[in-house]
């Protein structure tokens, strides 16, 4: 069955980094899109970024050039990697696959941004 593992979230302060792993398994990771989403308190669930299986990646506005989303296909392995954090980053973020018209969600992992 497919799983989606979160892991890399914790506390930083205000202008650090963090990398978020998601490991997957179950499926042909390589032939399929993979995205990271997060959900703040109060607020709805938002898409982050993205990475189709070839081609390029999409981020939303909001953090256009402060994270970067890569894959390595060897390693069925998805990451988030955050840089210049802000306390709006602070959320719960989640690696999602969307396969065989099923939308499938990793158990998230807290991000908080603070000082």
């Known amino acids: 069955q497919v799983q989606l593992v979160e892991s890399g979230g914790g506390l930083v302060q205000p202008g650090g980094s963090l990398r978020l792993s998601c490991a997957a398994s179950?499926?042909?990771?390589?032939?399929?899109?993979m995205s990271w989403y997060r959900q703040a308190p109060g607020k709805e669930r938002e898409l982050v970024a993205s990475i189709p299986s070839a081609g390029k990646t999409n981020y939303a506005d909001s953090v256009k050039g402060r994270f970067t989303i890569s894959r390595d296909n060897a390693k069925n392995t998805v990451y988030l990697q955050m840089n210049s954090l802000k306390p709006d980053d602070t959320a719960v973020y989640y690696c999602?696959?969307?396969?065989?018209?099923?939308?499938?969600w990793g158990q998230g992992t807290q991000v908080t941004v603070s000082s």
């Open positions: 999602y696959a969307f396969i065989g018209l099923t939308r499938y």
């Open positions: 179950g499926f042909t990771f390589m032939l399929y899109a």
